[in-house]
């Protein structure tokens, strides 16, 4: 069992309750933001997955990969931003961040 245990529901709470605009409901719309439910737990946070319609084309969506930090609430992108084509590679690749991270090894 993952040792660190989070959801996309504690990420966007905690967000949110530290004033982070990244899950409010304009930003969310503008940008037609899902979260996926897979977390990666990692010490501090969590890597997950978003995928947003950048181009506002009905059906298309990009996904990024997002480190959250417990301390402070902070969300940034890990690789390109709409760097994944599909869910599965950006599944993928945030498993790939959580294993770097969890090793120690620089994400940056």
Not at 16 to 45: I, L, Y
Not at 64 to 87: C, D, M, N
Request: charged share 25%.
């Amino acid at each position: 069992m993952d040792k660190y245990v989070i959801t996309a529901d504690d990420i966007i709470g905690a967000s949110q309750d530290a004033g982070s605009f990244f899950f409010s409901p304009s930003t969310v719309r503008f940008w037609g933001t899902r979260v996926m439910s897979q977390v990666f737990g990692v010490p501090g946070g969590a890597v997950f997955v978003t995928s947003e319609n950048p181009r506002k084309e009905r059906g298309e969506r990009a996904y990024t990969v997002r480190l959250f930090t417990s301390e402070g609430a902070k969300i940034r992108t890990l690789g390109p931003q709409y760097g994944h084509r599909t869910r599965e590679q950006a599944l993928r690749a945030a498993a790939e961040y959580a294993r770097m991270i969890r090793e120690g090894e620089d994400v940056a």
